[in-house]
């Protein structure tokens, strides 16, 4: 079965930095590739981060030199680090596994499995 749980959102100052953790399960992280995808109200869900088996890794412009996407297989674990934070990158973050990011960003209709969310806000 495939299960995605995230954690590490919060509320913190423009410029600021935070990291989100992705958990799955052995199925998961042996099955598919992992990436990150945020949505804003009123806004599409966007997809901005993805990682493969061979670390190579693919990043939306809107977050490219500031987010960092990583992996820990032997704790299944999925990482965003956040960076020079700003109020732009205000939403719900969302972990998802599919083996279509193994290739690159894909859109978000295409995407088999989702966490539930955590929440980013970023305040001026």
């Known amino acids: 079965q495939v299960q995605l749980v995230e954690s590490g959102g919060g509320s913190v100052q423009a410029g600021g930095s935070l990291r989100l953790s992705c958990v799955g399960n052995?199925?998961?992280?042996?099955?598919?590739?992992m990436g990150w995808f945020r949505q804003a109200p009123g806004k599409e869900r966007e997809g901005i981060a993805r990682?493969?088996?061979?670390?190579?890794?693919t990043y939306a412009d809107s977050v490219k030199g500031r987010f960092t996407i990583s992996k820990d297989n032997t704790k299944n674990t999925l990482y965003l680090q956040m960076n020079s934070l700003k109020p732009e990158d205000t939403a719900m973050y969302y972990c998802?596994?599919?083996?279509?990011?193994?290739?690159?960003?894909?859109?978000?209709?295409?995407?088999?499995?989702w966490g539930q969310g955590t929440q980013v806000t970023v305040s001026s």
């Open positions: 998802a596994a599919d083996r279509d990011f193994c290739y690159g960003l894909i859109p978000a209709a295409d995407v088999d499995y």
């Open positions: 990682i493969n088996n061979y670390g190579r890794t």
């Open positions: 052995g199925y998961t992280y042996s099955t598919y590739c």
